[in-house]
Structures are given as structure tokens and as C-alpha cells.
């Protein structure tokens, strides 16, 4: 079985500051674990995957996450917020390998909002 | 890089009318596709999974009736909403993993709207 919390429906940064987007997971096996970022009305995006290599793993967009298994967490960092970031962001949590016939489980999102 | 194309990417139908949603790999192939809908401002749920060449596994509580799902071949899926109701108004997502990378690519949605 696999689970995934994300601790923040809602966070608000001014543009130019850091971005940290919670996410904590469980599992009952090594998983495999994504971040896909959504803009209204349009599909998914791949951010950034885990898949058992490095812990630190770096994205598109200057986005990182590190997986933490002491923590079962995998927050999503951005050093430096930009307005065009904001957006629906998802942590995904899948079984052992990342992709195939294997199912997807969603966190319920977090909406970033920029400010100026 | 692997592209997953849906289409359309909006539909108005009248109720009682059928609606059918592509779901294609423009550079793949896809034994497995997923489709799912999402409700405003909620997550993603997934409603089914899609076989090529057998039936589709349905989740609970997803009327196999009412989404009809075809794999008919290896870079196509479709879902068919059946006598359309304003209820079935919501944002439609397929997906599909690539078999040489990790992870998932998603269409751009469907956003479907029933009168």
C-alpha cells in the first residue's frame, strides 16, 4: 500500500524568495516518487523523479527535492521564486521502478502563489 | 522526448449524448494506458487503467457502463462518456509511461463540459 501527504493545500511567496513545497509519503516498499507541476487547464508536467539513485534530485526550472527515508519526505525546493512558478504543484508516489503498468498515487496538491 | 497527445482539449455535448476522448503516444508504444479526472481545484483521481488488446481495469466505484474504455492498439486509447449528464462535467486526464524512461507523460486534458 502507498500514501502520500502533502502538508500545504496553499503557500505564498514573494518572487525572489525560497520555495518549499511539503510532501510526505508512505509505503510499504522502496516507491518511486515524482513532483508534477500543473497551470490551469493544462495537463501535467514532470518536475523531478526519485527512482532509488540520488537522493538529491534536481529538476527542471531550478526545482530540487531530496528524498529523505528517516523522514519518509520528499519536499520540493526552489531557491528563488519566479511568478511564471505559480501554479498546482502534485507529489506522486508510485511502486518500485517509476513507470509501466504501475499505478499512480496523488497528493492533493499545493496551490504556490507568487507575489510581487 | 516521449509526447502523450489528448484530444479535444474541450467539448461542450448536450445530456444524453456520447462523448469520446483520444488518448495517443506520438513516440511510443503504450501496453498500459491510465485515465483519470479531476474536479476543481482537487487532485487527480484515477478512474481506470487501459489494456491493449484486453479490458480495462475499472477503480471502485467507476461505472464501466458509463466510461467506455478501448485499447484497440498500441498507441491509442479512448474513453467514451455514455449519456452524457451535467454531472459528468469535469477535467479528463490520460497518461502513459514510456518503456525505455521512468516516470509518466500526460495529455493536456479535456476539459468537458455537458448542458
Known amino acids: 500500500a502507498q500514501s502520500v501527504t502533502q502538508l500545504d493545500s496553499h503557500v505564498s511567496v514573494s518572487e525572489g524568495t525560497p520555495v518549499l513545497l511539503r510532501c510526505n509519503y508512505s509505503?510499504?516498499?522502496?516507491?518511486?516518487l515524482f513532483w508534477y507541476v500543473q497551470h490551469p487547464n493544462k495537463g501535467l508536467q514532470l518536475l523531478l523523479k526519485y527512482t532509488s539513485a540520488a537522493t538529491l534530485v534536481k529538476g527542471i526550472n531550478g526545482f530540487e527535492a531530496e528524498f529523505k527515508k528517516s523522514e519518509t519526505s520528499f519536499h520540493l525546493t526552489k531557491p528563488s521564486a519566479h511568478m511564471s512558478d505559480a501554479a498546482e504543484y502534485f507529489c506522486?508516489?508510485?511502486?518500485?521502478?517509476?513507470?509501466?503498468?504501475?499505478?499512480?498515487?496523488f497528493g492533493t496538491g499545493t496551490q504556490l502563489k507568487v507575489e510581487l | 522526448g516521449a509526447v502523450v497527445s489528448q484530444h479535444p482539449s474541450w467539448v461542450i455535448c448536450k445530456s444524453g449524448t456520447s462523448v469520446k476522448i483520444e488518448c495517443r503516444s506520438l513516440d511510443f508504444q503504450a501496453t498500459t494506458m491510465f485515465w483519470y479526472r479531476q474536479f476543481p481545484k482537487q487532485s487527480l483521481m484515477l478512474m481506470a487503467t487501459s489494456n491493449e488488446g484486453s479490458k480495462a481495469t475499472y477503480e471502485q466505484g467507476v461505472e464501466k457502463d458509463k466510461f467506455l474504455i478501448n485499447h484497440a492498439s498500441l498507441t491509442l486509447s479512448t474513453l467514451t462518456v455514455t449519456s452524457a449528464h451535467p454531472e459528468d462535467s469535469s477535467f479528463y486526464i490520460c497518461s502513459a509511461s514510456p518503456p525505455t524512461n521512468y516516470g509518466y507523460t500526460f495529455g493536456s486534458g479535456t476539459r468537458l463540459t455537458v448542458v
Open positions: 506522486v508516489v508510485s511502486p518500485p521502478g517509476g513507470g509501466g503498468g504501475n499505478k499512480l498515487t
Open positions: 509505503s510499504s516498499y522502496s516507491p518511486s
